[in-house]
């Protein structure tokens, strides 16, 4: 019986982890779900699990939760995820966060220690990396990605100990804007931007997938998870989401993972690695493979991606880390307001490009470091778009 | 220093085996090359690599390889190569010769122990698959393959422990006459089918590669090599030769190899496995990767396929192994037969399907017993030829 922690266990991957807990046939049990705003859905994951405890966003739905639910332990507030992830047992976290609110919690099960972390909270690696990645291993906390990407960087490294890797290639569909030209980004709609043509998945990392920020940043989670040096990670554009990624090695042989879209396989990959249990995802079939296409992304892909190179290599010429901070913070608001219809498609990338132009980099000591960097990379780009 | 003996170093894999030994700046000896008849190849093959011991097919070749290099130790005949084995010493063996011919010097490999096989002769397993593999683990000699596909599968394989293992799906060219009718087949001549569109082979093989029927022994191989079931082993046809094959989990997920269409990838591999050395392998670029196709085979490779099917089947069924050796047999003697001009293209299968269904299996005990099972073949393909 292996005990699980879900937190953010009301956004998709959340929602998914559960399914894949509970679809599993394997021995489990959740003793802690968390969530933001959304208490009706968690309403009915706390009648399907029976958590011990659970953690949400705001006061007045702990006090709700509580009355309806006297035998579990309820927390709220940031300070609230905290103190149930340090006040509960259990053997693995699934970190489904999302954006920079997944870092601290993060932090904190690192240094309650003895847990296995299934990180689908890119954020946390983006933006606290160094720091991150440092105290896991003097924790001997394991860090098991659960995005499709690294999870098939993961399985196409294993069985491999110390061969040396040539080359990372992240594959990207290219999302639902692949091949536009920047007049054709120009007129884009909210609606056409999180229409992702394979994937099904929040808004924000919808929003992430057709900038190709979202690849951008997986190329930095890449640099942390895997320790490869920026000209080692390359991005094809592979439109049919069939071949998750590829490990080239020295002698020329390239490792790749091939599987449907379907997120099950990575979590339930991240839950009892380096075993496997089929949880459930669709199998491919010839039908599926019948024609697998790669390309080198497009001019406007490279523009989002060079963001990332560009912070990479700050990083390796003078261990300064904070630009990934600026381009994460910066593109979290950046998002929130083309979600709200404050600015355009295109502007989204226009204005990371200004704010990061605008950073002085430095390195950061410890996470209150990163959280100030992102509360300043917001204002900057709030401010870069005229709104503020 | 490894010391490593090339079995069949005149044909096409051992001159590329050389070639890797050579070229791979990690250190080596060849202290036994062995020849059938290509005495002028040998010759310049002993001085590149002053090797202590060498076998050739016939007397007189002995001779005069003896008169030129008396500080060589010269062997002749089939029972010289077995002589020579066991009188040099060696880590590695290559085994790159051609036919059954090949299965002698396997099991004296294995009986002489402490020796890595690198088995590039699949009539080795075809042929005495049960016999073989059972004395390499009781001798505890690995067996690596040399071929591409089984190169690949062996690489998919790693780092999954006791995963369990949903399909082994083997790839397959397709050949020069991929989706060609049997109508479009009656008229192809020699020279046609020797023209493999992506590799370049000795002639058996390629003729093996444009019937399907190099496919369907790679099938009863991976049953061999892998302990599969038939219905686990399936083959899809991949005319760009880029992805060798792929292994499918149970949870879905498909590991994948993918290499330039060059043997100096699996050669290597098969010597320094499970770490891995750059043998000079064309390395893939994008644009080799820009469009992967796969398709089931057609009906009419579905025919040399099933031959092997049907031969695993008997064998799960009643543990008769004879008809793979009877497949094998009869193949070699058509193949000689068609390259001589006696034969047609599509008599090779029609005759083979013949030969197996007027044959009556058996269980083999020992090596004599194949042999002998391989001569009736042969002798039965002839008649059923009509040319005996």
Chains 1, 2 share one sequence.
Not at 167 to 191: D, N, W, Y
Not at 223 to 235: M, N, Q, R
Not at 237 to 262: N, R, T
Not at 318 to 344: C, H, Q, W, Y
Request: net charge neutral; charged share 25%; hydrophobic share 45%.
């Amino acid at each position: 019986m292996k005990r699980v922690a879900v937190l953010g266990s009301t956004g998709s991957i959340g929602v998914q982890a559960l399914d894949v807990l509970e679809g599993g046939g394997w021995g489990y049990y959740v003793p802690l779900l968390t969530c933001g705003r959304n208490i009706g859905l968690l309403r009915g994951q706390i009648k399907r699990f029976r958590p011990e405890a659970v953690a949400v966003l705001r006061k007045e739905d702990a006090e709700a939760v509580r009355r309806e639910h006297p035998d579990v332990d309820v927390y709220h507030g940031e300070d609230g995820i905290l103190e149930a992830i340090e006040k509960t047992d259990f053997e693995i976290a699934v970190n489904a966060l999302v954006g920079i609110s997944g870092l601290r919690p993060t932090m904190k099960l690192i240094s309650k220690g003895r847990v296995r972390i299934a990180l689908a909270n890119k954020e946390t690696l983006v933006t606290g990396g160094r720091i991150v990645m440092d105290s896991a291993a003097k924790a001997g906390v394991p860090i098991l990605p659960v995005d499709s990407e690294h999870s098939a960087v993961l399985q196409a490294l294993r069985g491999n100990g110390k061969n040396k890797i040539k080359r990372i290639i992240l594959t990207a569909s290219g999302g639902p804007f692949r091949g536009c030209t920047r007049e054709q980004l120009e007129t884009v709609s909210v609606k056409d931007a999180l229409s992702h043509p394979n994937w099904a998945m929040g808004n924000k990392i919808s929003i992430d997938s057709a900038t190709m920020l979202n690849k951008a940043f997986e190329v930095i989670e890449a640099k942390w998870l895997y320790s490869v040096a920026p000209e080692k990670i390359d991005v094809l554009v592979h439109p049919q989401s069939i071949v998750h990624s590829i490990v080239e090695y020295d002698d020329g042989a390239m490792m790749a993972q091939l599987g449907s879209p379907d997120m099950k396989l990575p979590i339930s990959y991240a839950l009892t690695y380096p075993e496997r249990r089929d949880a459930g995802a669709r199998k491919l079939s010839a039908a599926d493979m019948c024609s697998l296409t790669f390309e080198e992304p497009s001019a406007e892909a490279r523009r989002a991606l060079n963001l990332a190179y560009g912070v990479l290599r700050e990083l390796a010429a003078t261990s300064k880390d904070s630009p990934a901070i600026v381009l994460n913070g910066a593109n979290e608001a950046l998002v929130e307001m083309f979600l709200g219809g404050r600015i355009r498609f295109v502007d989204i990338v226009d204005i990371l490009e200004k704010v990061i132009n605008s950073h002085i980099p430095v390195r950061t000591m410890e996470i209150e470091d990163i959280i100030e960097i992102d509360l300043q990379a917001r204002t900057d780009a709030l401010r870069l778009a005229g709104l503020a």
